[in-house]
């Protein structure tokens, strides 16, 4: 073809010989150079093994060409073996679009045959001809490629499809085109040894998927060596996230593995028949089976959460401690808040995970100490709700324009098939005409639409009396009001609530009006496992002191741990305590005496720390020994939950504009 161009005039630097390597080159690296301009030619393979009945939005190389023809930069297009190339569009709605634009353009089509202008009635004829004969050949191929995918897929060879981890595509050969051929997949060992420990692994953690990508967190499969390049773009693992020492093992790929059972040698292809022994397996088919049963076991009840409210700030929370904010999920039943994306998918811990009543208290009072609408309720209910049905009544009238559009679109344009007589072949010219001003008349007010929506967009739909009893008495009778319309009320006022920090939080309250407000919540160390992680700092503390302090010394710089929880720590940070270091205090037996002065100070109130210093002992035995003798702790005595301390930035401006008529949510 560029021969041809230079045949008919056009000036180019552009060498037959040389763009031809680089086609060829391009089935080995289809990642390479795909577009060549050089003076008045331009080579685009771009769309080189992409099916021609694709539309112009999933080939580039199409929708170029369209823009470039539009542009007016294209005098003709040169395509090898016929318009085909450009379009194989079954509904016949792309091959009219372009010979329109090619016409309107005048722009002409070169092919090995000659040279048509779709300007001239008799060449629109042939080519759209040639575009019906294009049509008919696909339908014809389709089914031989399905026969013949179908004849392969029996002998159990591959057709396409992904190569799972552990298999390599050894190359058979080479068709006439230069496409490769592959025989039968074989296990390729360094990732067959990887695919192996996972596995197991996923065995050792009893069928968890998250436990078992946590414990195969350092762990990666490699990459192809340069000879099995090719393999990059036939393997599964193309779909994993890839680190620098080689491909992630993620939760959707120890699924995968665990129930394909292509690993055991077994073959399938659509609804054929399986074929056992098609290939060697790279697991053995014990291990295989043990796994297949945990990953699809269905044993743990699902669906807890919808039996609770949704708790007061549920969906309002981003956890601003990322590079992106990153949404806070709510667990009703638990009644937390928690960040936990990096948890969930086996990269890193918890973020965030906080009891409700720390957020919920605070956040809330906030809210309500700025809410006093009861002079302005009714007026300001009136307004939001005449905007709430203006708004509904308008995105419905424009969602209704735009469908009546979009389908007289379609319909024209399913009509242009018939401006050709399919007997003699000739073109109405004026009905196809007509078609066409319809159908651009239809494209302008639909892109005119789309350029001016509606101002007022239809929200979730509101109940604007119960709302007005809510903001009557708000303040006074809000824990009487169910969590649901709780939390409804306050999407309907608040954007979102950004949260930093992890004990002593900051919380922006940013209002639909624009408004931002500051909360500062500090939350104290909790009892609960949950709500104690430990923090870079104490691990600092533990790596410093662990090894050679005494347990005292370890303990008194580590408060509110105890030396259980201390040496559990440790263990999980691989540290050991060196030979000789000091050690707590010997076990002794409990005496008498011992047991009258427990009695009398449990009893009486004191603290357990207070009481441990008197007897000379530690708070867990203290307790332990008070349990044991059944002793009884006054009420005031008992542990309490501990309590939220907060302060916020008043908003004085949201006062002055909910009596103007300002707060707009």
Known sequence: MIRFAQQDGYRTGLNAGEIEEKLLSLQREPSGKTVWTDGEVTVDVRDLGLSGQLSADERQGLANLQKRVSEGIVGAVYVTEGVSRLSRDRDRILPYQLLKLLKEHQCRIRTPEGVWNPAIERDWDYLAEEFEDAIGELKVMNRRMYRRKAQKASRGEFVGEPVPAGFILPIAGRKPNGEYEYSKMEPYPPHAEVVTHILEELVRQNGSLLKTARALEDVTITFFPPELAYMERLTSLRHCHRQATGYKISTSLIYGLATNVKLIGVWQWGDGEAIVDNHKPVVPEGLFLEAYRLAVKRDKPKGRAIRFAPMEWSGLLWCMNHEEPRHISSHSADKRYSCNRDYSLG????????????????????????????????????????????????????????????????????????????????????????????????????????????????????????????????????????????????????????????????????????????????????????????????????????????????????????????????????????????????????????????????????PLNEIADHLQRTTGSVLAKAVKEGLARPAFAKRREAQVVWNSVDLAPLQEASSSGGLRG
């Open 347 to 606: 990269a890193g811990p918890i973020c965030l995970d906080i009891s409700g009543r720390f957020l919920d208290e605070p956040l809330t009072a906030t809210v309500l100490k700025e809410l006093d609408f009861t002079p302005y309720a009714e007026e300001l209910l009136d307004k939001l709700q005449s905007q709430a049905i203006n708004g509904k009544l308008e995105q419905l009238r424009y969602k209704q324009h735009i469908a009546n559009l979009d389908q007289q679109v379609k319909k024209w344009e399913a009509l242009l098939p018939c401006c050709v007589n399919s007997e003699t072949g000739k073109v109405d010219r004026e009905r196809e005409r007509f078609y066409w001003s319809q159908i651009k008349e239809a494209k302008s007010r639909l892109a005119e639409l789309a350029a001016r929506p509606p101002c007022v967009e239809a929200g979730t739909a509101v109940d604007f009396t119960k709302v007005r009893d809510l903001l009557n008495g708000l303040s006074r009778n809000w824990n009487s009001y169910s969590l649901g319309w709780r939390n409804r009320l306050l999407k309907l006022l608040i954007e979102r609530v950004e949260l930093r920090g992890t004990y002593d939080l900051e919380a922006v309250i940013v209002w639909k009006t624009g408004f931002k407000q500051k909360v500062y919540i500090h939350r104290p160390l909790a009892g609960g496992r949950r709500e104690r992680r430990w923090t870079d700092a104490e691990d600092g503390l533990l790596r410093m002191l662990y090894p050679s302090s005494s347990q005292e010394a370890v303990v008194a710089a580590l408060p509110g741990r105890n030396w259980k929880a201390i040496s559990l720590r440790a263990f999980r940070l691989q540290l050991s305590r060196k030979k000789g270091c000091l050690q707590s205090q010997e076990w002794r037996r409990w005496t008498e005496a011992e047991d009258e002065k427990l009695s009398r100070l449990y009893e009486s109130g004191m």
